[in-house]
Protein backbone atom coordinates (compact mmCIF):
# COMPACT_ATOMS: atom_id res chain seq x y z
CA UNK A 1 0.00 0.00 0.00
CA UNK A 2 1.31 3.29 -1.19
CA UNK A 3 2.46 5.62 1.92
CA UNK A 4 -0.20 8.42 3.05
CA UNK A 5 0.33 11.69 4.50
CA UNK A 6 -0.46 12.04 8.30
CA UNK A 7 -2.99 14.47 7.29
CA UNK A 8 -4.88 12.21 4.79
CA UNK A 9 -4.34 9.15 6.96
CA UNK A 10 -6.02 10.87 9.72
CA UNK A 11 -9.03 13.11 8.03
CA UNK A 12 -12.10 13.18 10.16
CA UNK A 13 -14.85 10.77 9.54
CA UNK A 14 -17.51 12.65 11.27
CA UNK A 15 -18.46 15.73 12.71
CA UNK A 16 -17.35 14.98 16.11
CA UNK A 17 -14.01 14.30 15.07
CA UNK A 18 -13.22 17.91 13.06
CA UNK A 19 -11.25 19.69 15.92
CA UNK A 20 -11.69 23.34 17.20
CA UNK A 21 -14.28 23.97 14.44
CA UNK A 22 -17.48 23.26 17.11
CA UNK A 23 -19.79 26.09 16.23
CA UNK A 24 -19.52 24.95 12.46
CA UNK A 25 -20.28 21.68 13.59
CA UNK A 26 -23.45 21.58 15.51
CA UNK A 27 -24.89 23.84 12.71
CA UNK A 28 -24.30 21.48 10.51
CA UNK A 29 -25.38 18.65 12.12
CA UNK A 30 -28.75 20.13 13.52
CA UNK A 31 -28.94 20.89 9.50
CA UNK A 32 -29.28 17.59 8.42
CA UNK A 33 -31.27 16.30 11.29
CA UNK A 34 -33.89 18.33 11.06
CA UNK A 35 -33.96 18.35 7.43
CA UNK A 36 -33.03 21.80 6.83
CA UNK A 37 -29.78 21.87 4.99
CA UNK A 38 -29.43 25.41 2.62
CA UNK A 39 -28.85 24.99 -0.84
CA UNK A 40 -25.45 27.00 -0.60
CA UNK A 41 -22.70 26.82 2.40
CA UNK A 42 -19.88 29.40 2.04
CA UNK A 43 -16.84 27.92 4.31
CA UNK A 44 -13.68 30.61 5.02
CA UNK A 45 -10.73 30.48 7.26
CA UNK A 46 -7.09 30.02 6.91
CA UNK A 47 -5.68 27.28 5.14
CA UNK A 48 -5.46 23.69 7.05
CA UNK A 49 -8.49 24.27 9.37
CA UNK A 50 -11.24 21.53 7.91
CA UNK A 51 -12.86 23.77 5.53
CA UNK A 52 -12.94 20.67 2.58
CA UNK A 53 -13.18 17.87 5.30
CA UNK A 54 -16.26 19.51 6.73
CA UNK A 55 -18.02 19.91 2.98
CA UNK A 56 -17.43 16.13 2.26
CA UNK A 57 -19.00 15.23 5.62
CA UNK A 58 -21.78 17.01 4.69
CA UNK A 59 -22.04 15.36 1.50
CA UNK A 60 -21.55 12.03 3.24
CA UNK A 61 -24.09 13.29 6.22
CA UNK A 62 -26.89 14.30 3.48
CA UNK A 63 -26.29 10.65 1.17
CA UNK A 64 -25.37 8.15 4.33
CA UNK A 65 -27.56 4.69 4.33
CA UNK A 66 -27.66 5.00 8.25
CA UNK A 67 -27.49 8.24 9.66
CA UNK A 68 -27.26 8.73 13.66
CA UNK A 69 -28.68 12.07 14.95
CA UNK A 70 -27.21 14.06 12.05
CA UNK A 71 -23.57 11.93 11.92
CA UNK A 72 -22.96 9.81 9.24
CA UNK A 73 -22.20 6.00 10.00
CA UNK A 74 -18.64 6.09 8.25
CA UNK A 75 -19.61 2.27 7.12
CA UNK A 76 -22.30 1.96 4.60
CA UNK A 77 -21.35 1.89 1.12
CA UNK A 78 -21.66 5.80 0.52
CA UNK A 79 -19.83 7.11 2.98
CA UNK A 80 -16.79 4.65 2.14
CA UNK A 81 -17.42 5.90 -1.49
CA UNK A 82 -16.89 9.67 -0.31
CA UNK A 83 -13.80 8.73 1.25
CA UNK A 84 -12.25 7.11 -1.56
CA UNK A 85 -13.37 9.45 -3.89
CA UNK A 86 -15.01 7.96 -6.27
CA UNK A 87 -18.63 8.39 -5.43
CA UNK A 88 -21.06 10.22 -8.35
CA UNK A 89 -23.07 13.00 -5.77
CA UNK A 90 -19.71 14.83 -4.70
CA UNK A 91 -18.27 16.67 -7.54
CA UNK A 92 -14.80 19.04 -6.26
CA UNK A 93 -14.09 21.50 -8.59
CA UNK A 94 -10.77 23.49 -8.46
CA UNK A 95 -11.35 27.59 -8.80
CA UNK A 96 -8.27 28.14 -8.62
CA UNK A 97 -7.41 26.26 -12.08
CA UNK A 98 -11.31 26.32 -13.75
CA UNK A 99 -12.19 29.81 -13.22
CA UNK A 100 -13.25 30.61 -16.32
CA UNK A 101 -17.06 31.57 -17.42
CA UNK A 102 -16.89 27.57 -19.85
CA UNK A 103 -15.94 25.93 -17.06
CA UNK A 104 -18.97 28.02 -14.96
CA UNK A 105 -21.37 26.47 -18.06
CA UNK A 106 -20.39 23.10 -17.99
CA UNK A 107 -20.73 23.10 -14.19
CA UNK A 108 -24.47 24.86 -14.88
CA UNK A 109 -25.20 21.72 -17.17
CA UNK A 110 -24.20 18.90 -15.31
CA UNK A 111 -26.28 20.44 -12.19
CA UNK A 112 -29.59 20.57 -14.63
CA UNK A 113 -29.57 16.98 -15.35
CA UNK A 114 -29.58 15.66 -12.01
CA UNK A 115 -32.38 13.59 -11.13
CA UNK A 116 -34.41 13.64 -7.79
CA UNK A 117 -33.60 11.24 -5.09
CA UNK A 118 -29.68 11.49 -3.41
CA UNK A 119 -28.33 14.98 -2.64
CA UNK A 120 -25.80 16.10 -5.29
CA UNK A 121 -23.13 18.33 -3.45
CA UNK A 122 -20.65 20.53 -5.63
CA UNK A 123 -17.76 21.40 -3.29
CA UNK A 124 -15.61 24.54 -5.26
CA UNK A 125 -12.13 25.37 -3.49
CA UNK A 126 -10.55 28.64 -3.68
CA UNK A 127 -13.98 30.12 -5.16
CA UNK A 128 -12.59 33.63 -4.68
CA UNK A 129 -10.18 32.62 -7.72
CA UNK A 130 -13.10 33.16 -10.41
CA UNK A 131 -12.85 35.71 -12.69
CA UNK A 132 -16.08 38.11 -13.01
CA UNK A 133 -17.70 36.25 -15.84
CA UNK A 134 -17.39 32.83 -13.97
CA UNK A 135 -19.10 34.58 -11.00
CA UNK A 136 -21.84 36.15 -13.00
CA UNK A 137 -22.35 32.85 -15.08
CA UNK A 138 -22.94 31.03 -11.58
CA UNK A 139 -25.18 33.68 -9.65
CA UNK A 140 -28.20 32.10 -10.84
CA UNK A 141 -27.97 28.66 -10.43
CA UNK A 142 -26.27 29.51 -6.82
CA UNK A 143 -29.71 30.98 -5.75
CA UNK A 144 -32.31 28.61 -7.30
CA UNK A 145 -30.48 25.27 -7.83
CA UNK A 146 -32.87 21.99 -8.39
CA UNK A 147 -34.10 19.96 -6.08
CA UNK A 148 -31.41 18.10 -3.78
CA UNK A 149 -28.52 19.95 -5.09
CA UNK A 150 -26.04 22.00 -2.51
CA UNK A 151 -23.20 24.14 -3.21
CA UNK A 152 -20.15 24.46 -0.70
CA UNK A 153 -17.96 26.97 -1.78
CA UNK A 154 -14.68 27.25 0.20
CA UNK A 155 -11.77 30.11 0.29
CA UNK A 156 -9.14 31.28 2.48
CA UNK A 157 -10.28 35.06 1.84
CA UNK A 158 -13.49 35.80 1.77
CA UNK A 159 -13.14 39.68 1.02
CA UNK A 160 -12.48 38.73 -2.54
CA UNK A 161 -16.02 36.97 -2.95
CA UNK A 162 -18.48 38.86 -4.97
CA UNK A 163 -21.16 40.27 -2.23
CA UNK A 164 -23.37 38.96 -5.02
CA UNK A 165 -22.53 35.61 -3.73
CA UNK A 166 -21.95 35.74 -0.21
CA UNK A 167 -26.02 37.27 -0.15
CA UNK A 168 -26.78 33.86 -1.62
CA UNK A 169 -25.29 31.41 0.91
CA UNK A 170 -24.79 30.80 4.66
CA UNK A 171 -21.12 32.10 5.39
CA UNK A 172 -19.04 29.92 8.28
CA UNK A 173 -16.10 31.32 9.36
CA UNK A 174 -13.37 28.28 10.51
CA UNK A 175 -10.80 29.27 13.29
CA UNK A 176 -7.08 28.22 14.03
CA UNK A 177 -6.91 25.63 16.45
CA UNK A 178 -5.26 26.73 20.17
CA UNK A 179 -2.03 25.24 20.73
CA UNK A 180 -3.64 23.04 23.93
CA UNK A 181 -6.27 21.39 21.02
CA UNK A 182 -3.01 20.76 18.50
CA UNK A 183 -0.71 19.24 20.79
CA UNK A 184 -3.84 16.53 22.24
CA UNK A 185 -4.58 16.14 18.85
CA UNK A 186 -0.53 15.02 17.88
CA UNK A 187 0.17 13.33 20.60
CA UNK A 188 -2.90 10.80 19.50
CA UNK A 189 -2.37 10.67 16.26
CA UNK A 190 1.59 9.41 17.72
CA UNK A 191 0.25 6.97 19.80
CA UNK A 192 -2.25 5.84 17.16
CA UNK A 193 0.35 4.98 14.33
CA UNK A 194 2.98 3.88 16.47
CA UNK A 195 5.88 6.70 15.89
CA UNK A 196 8.50 7.23 18.18
CA UNK A 197 8.98 10.77 18.99
CA UNK A 198 11.76 12.51 21.21
CA UNK A 199 11.01 14.61 23.71
CA UNK A 200 9.51 17.96 22.41
CA UNK A 201 9.06 16.71 18.92
CA UNK A 202 4.94 17.49 19.83
CA UNK A 203 5.88 21.01 20.67
CA UNK A 204 8.06 21.40 17.90
CA UNK A 205 5.29 20.39 15.20
CA UNK A 206 2.72 22.66 16.62
CA UNK A 207 4.65 25.74 16.70
CA UNK A 208 5.36 25.07 13.23
CA UNK A 209 1.70 24.53 12.26
CA UNK A 210 1.06 27.82 14.13
CA UNK A 211 -2.76 27.05 14.66
CA UNK A 212 -3.30 24.80 11.65
CA UNK A 213 -3.58 20.92 11.74
CA UNK A 214 -2.66 20.03 8.45
CA UNK A 215 0.61 22.20 8.67
CA UNK A 216 0.61 20.24 12.30
CA UNK A 217 1.01 16.87 11.38
CA UNK A 218 2.58 17.98 8.05
CA UNK A 219 5.88 19.25 10.34
CA UNK A 220 4.62 15.87 12.20
CA UNK A 221 5.65 14.27 9.20
CA UNK A 222 8.85 15.48 8.90
CA UNK A 223 9.63 15.43 12.03
CA UNK A 224 9.79 11.39 11.85
CA UNK A 225 10.88 11.23 8.77
CA UNK A 226 14.26 12.87 10.51
CA UNK A 227 14.47 10.34 13.37
CA UNK A 228 11.65 11.46 15.37
CA UNK A 229 14.02 14.46 17.47
CA UNK A 230 12.83 18.19 16.45
CA UNK A 231 15.72 20.66 14.66
CA UNK A 232 15.36 23.13 17.00
CA UNK A 233 15.42 26.71 15.04
CA UNK A 234 18.01 27.89 16.98
CA UNK A 235 18.99 30.84 15.24
CA UNK A 236 15.93 32.56 15.90
CA UNK A 237 16.08 31.78 19.49
CA UNK A 238 19.71 33.05 19.37
CA UNK A 239 18.35 36.56 18.18
CA UNK A 240 15.59 37.15 20.75
CA UNK A 241 18.40 36.42 23.41
CA UNK A 242 20.74 39.26 21.84
CA UNK A 243 17.84 41.61 21.28
CA UNK A 244 17.40 40.82 24.74
CA UNK A 245 20.80 41.31 25.95
CA UNK A 246 21.14 44.02 23.31
CA UNK A 247 23.96 42.74 22.39
CA UNK A 248 24.85 43.73 18.46
CA UNK A 249 27.91 41.50 17.59
CA UNK A 250 25.74 38.45 18.97
CA UNK A 251 22.91 39.38 16.80
CA UNK A 252 25.23 39.60 13.83
CA UNK A 253 26.44 36.44 14.33
CA UNK A 254 23.55 34.68 14.74
CA UNK A 255 22.19 36.12 11.21
CA UNK A 256 25.51 35.21 9.87
CA UNK A 257 25.08 31.96 10.82
CA UNK A 258 21.53 31.30 9.70
CA UNK A 259 22.70 32.40 6.12
CA UNK A 260 25.37 30.54 6.14
CA UNK A 261 23.19 27.66 6.89
CA UNK A 262 21.11 27.97 4.16
CA UNK A 263 18.27 30.39 5.67
CA UNK A 264 16.67 33.00 3.63
CA UNK A 265 17.17 36.32 5.27
CA UNK A 266 13.30 36.79 3.97
CA UNK A 267 12.71 33.61 5.99
CA UNK A 268 14.41 34.58 9.19
CA UNK A 269 13.32 38.02 8.98
CA UNK A 270 9.82 36.78 9.12
CA UNK A 271 10.26 34.07 11.70
CA UNK A 272 11.86 36.75 13.97
CA UNK A 273 8.74 38.70 13.21
CA UNK A 274 6.58 35.90 14.30
CA UNK A 275 8.74 35.48 17.98
CA UNK A 276 9.14 38.81 18.63
CA UNK A 277 5.39 39.25 18.47
CA UNK A 278 4.34 36.43 20.72
CA UNK A 279 6.92 37.82 23.28
CA UNK A 280 5.02 41.09 23.22
CA UNK A 281 1.69 39.46 23.65
CA UNK A 282 2.99 37.58 26.58
CA UNK A 283 3.49 40.47 28.52
CA UNK A 284 0.45 41.97 27.51
CA UNK A 285 -2.32 39.36 27.16
CA UNK A 286 -0.68 36.15 27.22
CA UNK A 287 -3.82 34.40 26.78
CA UNK A 288 -4.02 35.43 23.43
CA UNK A 289 -0.68 33.42 22.84
CA UNK A 290 -1.02 30.14 21.00
CA UNK A 291 2.10 28.27 22.36
CA UNK A 292 2.28 25.14 24.13
CA UNK A 293 3.41 25.60 27.84
CA UNK A 294 6.93 24.68 27.93
CA UNK A 295 7.66 26.87 25.37
CA UNK A 296 5.30 29.41 26.51
CA UNK A 297 7.38 29.90 29.79
CA UNK A 298 10.80 30.26 27.84
CA UNK A 299 8.92 33.20 25.53
CA UNK A 300 6.89 34.63 28.69
CA UNK A 301 10.54 35.15 29.90
CA UNK A 302 12.57 36.85 27.13
CA UNK A 303 9.23 39.01 26.37
CA UNK A 304 9.44 40.17 29.99
CA UNK A 305 13.25 41.30 29.76
CA UNK A 306 12.82 42.82 25.87
CA UNK A 307 10.03 44.96 27.53
CA UNK A 308 6.99 46.54 25.84
CA UNK A 309 8.59 49.23 24.70
CA UNK A 310 12.09 47.75 22.99
CA UNK A 311 9.19 44.56 21.70
CA UNK A 312 7.17 47.33 20.39
CA UNK A 313 10.23 48.79 18.54
CA UNK A 314 11.77 45.70 17.17
CA UNK A 315 8.80 44.45 15.60
CA UNK A 316 8.42 48.13 13.93
CA UNK A 317 11.99 47.82 12.63
CA UNK A 318 11.56 43.95 11.56
CA UNK A 319 8.77 44.84 9.85
CA UNK A 320 10.14 47.76 8.04
CA UNK A 321 13.51 45.83 6.94
CA UNK A 322 11.05 43.12 5.23
CA UNK A 323 9.22 46.33 3.62
CA UNK A 324 12.63 46.99 2.42
CA UNK A 325 14.38 43.39 1.28
CA UNK A 326 11.57 43.12 -1.52
CA UNK A 327 13.65 46.36 -3.73
CA UNK A 328 16.98 45.68 -1.88
CA UNK A 329 20.00 44.88 -3.91
CA UNK A 330 21.41 42.65 -0.63
CA UNK A 331 18.15 41.49 2.15
CA UNK A 332 20.47 40.62 4.70
CA UNK A 333 21.86 44.29 4.84
CA UNK A 334 18.21 45.64 5.72
CA UNK A 335 17.91 42.68 8.60
CA UNK A 336 21.40 43.61 9.90
CA UNK A 337 20.64 47.35 9.76
CA UNK A 338 17.10 46.57 11.82
CA UNK A 339 19.02 44.49 14.30
CA UNK A 340 21.39 47.43 15.37
CA UNK A 341 19.02 49.76 15.67
CA UNK A 342 17.17 47.79 18.27
CA UNK A 343 19.86 46.39 20.25
CA UNK A 344 21.59 50.10 20.13
CA UNK A 345 19.04 52.27 20.79
CA UNK A 346 21.67 55.52 20.97
CA UNK A 347 22.26 55.26 17.29
CA UNK A 348 18.37 55.94 16.97
CA UNK A 349 17.29 59.01 16.91
CA UNK A 350 13.39 57.91 16.51
CA UNK A 351 11.02 58.86 19.31
CA UNK A 352 10.25 54.73 19.83
CA UNK A 353 14.40 54.37 21.00
CA UNK A 354 13.98 57.26 23.40
CA UNK A 355 10.85 55.83 25.37
CA UNK A 356 13.10 52.63 25.16
CA UNK A 357 15.52 54.23 27.32
CA UNK A 358 13.33 55.97 29.76
CA UNK A 359 11.59 52.75 30.40
CA UNK A 360 15.04 50.90 30.77
CA UNK A 361 15.41 53.86 33.33
CA UNK A 362 12.52 53.19 34.90
CA UNK A 363 13.12 49.18 35.70
CA UNK A 364 16.60 50.19 36.86
CA UNK A 365 15.17 52.57 39.36
CA UNK A 366 12.35 50.22 40.33
CA UNK A 367 15.51 47.51 40.84
CA UNK A 368 17.48 50.06 43.22
CA UNK A 369 20.28 50.51 40.54
CA UNK A 370 19.68 54.51 40.92
CA UNK A 371 21.16 55.69 44.34
CA UNK A 372 19.81 58.33 46.15
CA UNK A 373 21.86 62.05 45.86
CA UNK A 374 23.86 64.13 48.68
CA UNK A 375 21.84 66.82 49.16
CA UNK A 376 23.17 70.58 47.93
CA UNK A 377 25.77 71.93 50.40
CA UNK A 378 24.17 75.18 50.28
CA UNK A 379 21.09 76.93 48.57
CA UNK A 380 22.06 78.12 44.83
CA UNK A 381 24.61 76.21 44.48
CA UNK A 382 23.50 73.80 41.72
CA UNK A 383 20.23 72.74 44.33
CA UNK A 384 17.74 72.91 41.45
CA UNK A 385 20.14 70.96 39.05
CA UNK A 386 20.85 67.98 41.25
CA UNK A 387 20.04 64.65 39.43
CA UNK A 388 19.86 61.11 40.09
CA UNK A 389 23.04 59.22 38.83
CA UNK A 390 22.58 57.13 35.60
CA UNK A 391 23.10 53.46 35.66
CA UNK A 392 26.72 52.67 34.12
CA UNK A 393 25.48 50.43 31.59
CA UNK A 394 22.95 53.17 30.01
CA UNK A 395 24.28 54.25 26.77
CA UNK A 396 24.07 58.68 26.68
CA UNK A 397 21.07 60.28 25.04
CA UNK A 398 21.36 61.50 21.63
CA UNK A 399 21.59 64.70 21.22
CA UNK A 400 19.28 65.59 18.78
CA UNK A 401 15.32 64.88 19.25
CA UNK A 402 15.05 63.59 22.83
CA UNK A 403 13.92 66.68 24.48
CA UNK A 404 10.79 65.07 25.75
CA UNK A 405 12.95 61.98 26.73
CA UNK A 406 15.01 63.90 28.77
CA UNK A 407 12.18 65.76 30.95
CA UNK A 408 10.69 61.89 31.03
CA UNK A 409 13.62 60.72 32.64
CA UNK A 410 14.35 63.65 34.79
CA UNK A 411 10.55 63.81 36.15
CA UNK A 412 10.67 59.57 37.07
CA UNK A 413 13.95 60.11 38.84
CA UNK A 414 12.67 63.17 40.85
CA UNK A 415 9.72 61.23 41.31
CA UNK A 416 11.78 57.69 42.22
CA UNK A 417 14.04 59.10 44.80
CA UNK A 418 14.53 61.17 47.99
CA UNK A 419 15.94 64.79 48.41
CA UNK A 420 16.81 66.57 51.73
CA UNK A 421 14.64 69.56 51.87
CA UNK A 422 17.45 72.58 51.78
CA UNK A 423 17.04 76.23 52.29
CA UNK A 424 15.10 77.67 49.55
CA UNK A 425 16.78 80.34 46.97
CA UNK A 426 14.98 83.42 46.91
CA UNK A 427 13.38 84.10 43.64
CA UNK A 428 15.02 86.67 41.07
CA UNK A 429 13.44 90.08 40.96
CA UNK A 430 12.40 91.15 37.38
CA UNK A 431 13.44 94.40 36.43
CA UNK A 432 11.37 97.35 37.48
CA UNK A 433 11.54 100.88 35.87
CA UNK A 434 13.03 103.36 37.93
CA UNK A 435 14.80 100.87 40.18
CA UNK A 436 17.90 101.78 42.09
CA UNK A 437 20.95 99.48 43.32
CA UNK A 438 21.36 100.19 46.71
CA UNK A 439 25.47 100.08 47.21
CA UNK A 440 27.09 97.80 50.23
CA UNK A 441 26.16 99.18 53.71
CA UNK A 442 24.20 102.08 52.28
CA UNK A 443 21.36 103.18 54.54
CA UNK A 444 18.11 102.64 53.07
CA UNK A 445 16.00 105.98 53.08
CA UNK A 446 12.23 105.64 53.82
CA UNK A 447 11.17 109.71 54.40
CA UNK A 448 13.30 111.48 51.85
CA UNK A 449 14.52 111.21 48.35
CA UNK A 450 18.71 110.62 48.16
CA UNK A 451 20.88 113.01 45.39
CA UNK A 452 20.71 111.24 42.29
CA UNK A 453 24.26 111.26 41.89
CA UNK A 454 24.45 109.01 45.51
CA UNK A 455 21.11 107.01 45.49
CA UNK A 456 21.44 105.56 41.31
CA UNK A 457 24.07 103.97 39.38
CA UNK A 458 24.12 103.48 35.56
CA UNK A 459 22.36 100.05 34.94
CA UNK A 460 25.95 98.46 33.66
CA UNK A 461 27.87 99.52 36.63
CA UNK A 462 28.53 96.30 38.68
CA UNK A 463 28.05 96.74 42.76
CA UNK A 464 30.65 97.62 44.98
CA UNK A 465 31.14 94.71 46.88
CA UNK A 466 31.92 91.15 46.01
CA UNK A 467 29.19 90.10 47.91
CA UNK A 468 25.23 88.64 47.05
CA UNK A 469 23.24 91.56 46.75
CA UNK A 470 20.52 91.13 49.59
CA UNK A 471 16.97 90.80 48.91
CA UNK A 472 14.89 94.35 47.98
CA UNK A 473 13.01 95.03 50.55
CA UNK A 474 9.88 95.26 48.05
CA UNK A 475 9.19 91.87 48.69
CA UNK A 476 8.58 91.63 52.02
CA UNK A 477 7.23 95.00 52.18
CA UNK A 478 4.77 95.00 49.12
CA UNK A 479 3.75 91.57 50.74
CA UNK A 480 2.82 92.99 54.16
CA UNK A 481 1.18 96.57 52.91
CA UNK A 482 -0.88 93.95 50.85
CA UNK A 483 -2.23 91.95 53.60
CA UNK A 484 -3.08 95.01 55.85
CA UNK A 485 -5.75 97.24 55.80
CA UNK A 486 -5.68 100.87 55.20
CA UNK A 487 -3.61 101.48 57.79
CA UNK A 488 -0.55 99.33 56.96
CA UNK A 489 3.04 100.74 56.19
CA UNK A 490 4.34 103.17 54.34
CA UNK A 491 6.59 102.49 51.39
CA UNK A 492 9.82 103.97 50.63
CA UNK A 493 10.49 105.22 47.24
CA UNK A 494 12.37 102.56 46.32
CA UNK A 495 9.85 100.19 47.44
CA UNK A 496 7.48 102.34 45.23
CA UNK A 497 9.57 102.37 42.14
CA UNK A 498 10.06 98.73 42.19
CA UNK A 499 6.25 97.62 42.44
CA UNK A 500 5.83 99.99 39.41
CA UNK A 501 6.39 97.72 36.18
CA UNK A 502 5.41 94.26 37.30
CA UNK A 503 1.65 95.73 39.99
CA UNK A 504 1.13 99.28 39.38
CA UNK A 505 1.68 99.80 35.84
CA UNK A 506 -0.53 96.63 34.65
CA UNK A 507 -3.54 98.51 36.33
CA UNK A 508 -3.07 101.61 33.80
CA UNK A 509 -4.47 102.03 30.41
CA UNK A 510 -1.86 102.34 27.31
CA UNK A 511 -1.65 106.54 27.23
CA UNK A 512 -1.40 106.48 31.30
CA UNK A 513 1.37 104.01 31.28
CA UNK A 514 3.38 105.94 28.37
CA UNK A 515 2.55 109.05 30.34
CA UNK A 516 4.43 107.79 33.54
CA UNK A 517 7.09 105.90 32.06
CA UNK A 518 8.85 109.22 30.51
CA UNK A 519 8.89 109.96 34.19
CA UNK A 520 9.79 109.16 38.07
CA UNK A 521 9.38 108.40 41.52
CA UNK A 522 11.37 111.06 43.73
CA UNK A 523 10.56 110.58 46.82
CA UNK A 524 7.38 109.62 49.57
CA UNK A 525 7.04 112.88 51.79
CA UNK A 526 4.96 112.93 54.35
CA UNK A 527 2.22 110.27 53.00
CA UNK A 528 2.56 111.52 49.72
CA UNK A 529 4.09 110.20 46.49
CA UNK A 530 6.77 112.31 44.48
CA UNK A 531 6.40 111.94 40.88
CA UNK A 532 8.68 114.21 38.75
CA UNK A 533 8.61 114.56 34.53
CA UNK A 534 10.22 116.41 32.03
CA UNK A 535 8.21 119.30 31.52
CA UNK A 536 5.42 121.40 32.80
CA UNK A 537 3.66 120.01 29.33
CA UNK A 538 3.65 116.75 31.20
CA UNK A 539 2.86 117.84 34.29
CA UNK A 540 -0.65 118.71 33.07
CA UNK A 541 -1.14 115.82 30.91
CA UNK A 542 -0.06 113.72 33.64
CA UNK A 543 -2.50 115.15 36.13
CA UNK A 544 -5.65 113.81 33.97
CA UNK A 545 -4.45 110.11 34.84
CA UNK A 546 -3.34 111.46 38.76
CA UNK A 547 -6.71 109.34 40.05
CA UNK A 548 -6.02 106.48 37.99
CA UNK A 549 -2.69 106.23 39.30
CA UNK A 550 -3.43 106.79 42.77
CA UNK A 551 -6.05 104.35 42.74
CA UNK A 552 -3.29 101.58 41.05
CA UNK A 553 -0.76 102.43 44.06
CA UNK A 554 -3.60 102.14 47.00
CA UNK A 555 -4.64 98.91 45.92
CA UNK A 556 -1.05 97.36 45.76
CA UNK A 557 0.08 99.07 49.06
CA UNK A 558 -3.03 98.68 50.57
CA UNK A 559 -3.44 102.16 51.72
CA UNK A 560 -4.19 106.16 50.18
CA UNK A 561 -1.00 107.23 48.68
CA UNK A 562 -1.28 110.56 47.55
CA UNK A 563 0.60 111.56 44.16
CA UNK A 564 1.78 115.29 43.87
CA UNK A 565 3.50 115.63 40.10
CA UNK A 566 6.50 117.91 39.93
CA UNK A 567 8.70 118.77 37.36
CA UNK A 568 12.09 116.83 37.80
CA UNK A 569 14.61 120.08 37.72
CA UNK A 570 17.34 118.17 39.43
CA UNK A 571 19.04 115.44 36.85
CA UNK A 572 21.86 113.24 37.36
CA UNK A 573 24.94 114.27 34.72
CA UNK A 574 25.06 110.67 33.86
CA UNK A 575 21.12 110.58 32.93
CA UNK A 576 19.03 111.84 29.94
CA UNK A 577 15.62 113.68 30.92
CA UNK A 578 14.03 111.37 28.50
CA UNK A 579 14.90 108.10 30.16
CA UNK A 580 12.91 106.78 33.31
CA UNK A 581 14.67 106.82 37.35
CA UNK A 582 16.26 103.20 36.26
CA UNK A 583 17.71 104.82 32.96
CA UNK A 584 15.46 102.54 30.56
CA UNK A 585 13.98 104.81 27.65
CA UNK A 586 10.35 104.36 27.48
CA UNK A 587 9.38 102.69 23.76
CA UNK A 588 8.48 104.33 20.92
CA UNK A 589 4.92 102.85 20.97
CA UNK A 590 4.55 104.43 25.22
CA UNK A 591 5.66 108.04 24.04
CA UNK A 592 3.07 110.48 24.07
CA UNK A 593 2.32 112.76 21.84
CA UNK A 594 1.12 115.94 21.79
CA UNK A 595 -2.14 117.07 20.11
CA UNK A 596 -1.51 120.28 19.37
CA UNK A 597 2.10 119.94 17.96
CA UNK A 598 0.56 118.16 15.07
CA UNK A 599 0.05 119.61 11.71
CA UNK A 600 -2.77 118.72 8.86
CA UNK A 601 -1.10 116.62 6.06
CA UNK A 602 -1.49 117.72 2.32
CA UNK A 603 -4.30 116.93 0.99
CA UNK A 604 -4.32 114.00 -1.43
CA UNK A 605 -4.09 114.69 -5.22
CA UNK A 606 -4.98 112.37 -8.20
CA UNK A 607 -3.17 111.59 -10.93
CA UNK A 608 -4.96 113.85 -13.32
CA UNK A 609 -4.33 117.18 -10.99
CA UNK A 610 -0.23 116.00 -10.84
CA UNK A 611 -0.22 115.91 -14.54
CA UNK A 612 -1.61 119.23 -15.18
CA UNK A 613 0.72 120.96 -12.06
CA UNK A 614 3.72 119.25 -14.59
CA UNK A 615 2.22 121.26 -17.92
CA UNK A 616 1.16 124.60 -16.84
CA UNK A 617 -1.40 125.63 -19.86
CA UNK A 618 -2.75 122.45 -20.59
CA UNK A 619 -6.48 122.53 -20.70
CA UNK A 620 -8.48 119.23 -19.74
CA UNK A 621 -10.82 117.92 -22.32
CA UNK A 622 -12.37 115.04 -20.70
CA UNK A 623 -12.08 114.84 -17.02
Known amino acids: MAFQSLYRRYRPRRFSEVKGQDHVVRALRNAVREGTVAHAYLFSGPRGTGKTSTARLLAKALNCDAPVDGEPCAECPSCLSVEAGTSLDVSELDAASNNGVEAMRDLIRRVALVSGGR ?50 TQHFDFRLLPAATLAEHLTWVAADAGLELAEGAVDAAVRRGQGSARDSLSALDQIVAGGGAAEEDSFVDELVEALCERDTGRALLAVAGACSAGRDPRQLGESLLGYLRDAFLTTMAPDAVSLPDTMLERVSDQGRRLGPAAAVRGLDAVGEALLAMREAPDPRVALEVALVRVTRPEVDPSPGAVLERVERLERAMRGGAVSTPAPAAAAGEGASDATAPVPADLPPLPAAGVADGRAAARQAMDAATTREPGP ?112 EIMVRKAEEHRTALEGALAEHFGRPLPV ?39 AATTGLDRLTDAFPGAEVLDP
Not at 144 to 158: C, K, R, S
Not at 482 to 499: I, N, Y
Not at 577 to 596: H, K
Open 119 to 168: HRVYILDEVHMLSTGAENALLKTLEEPPANVAFVLATTDPQKVAPTIRSR
Open 424 to 535: ASPPAARPALGGVRRQSGAPSSSSSAPAPSAATAPASSPPAAPEPEPEPPVVQAATAGADAGSGGPLPSREQVTLAWPDHVAPKLNVRARGLYNSGRFTAVDDGTVVFAVTS
Open 564 to 602: RIVVDDDVAPDDDPARGAGGQRPSDDDEPVDVTDLTDAP
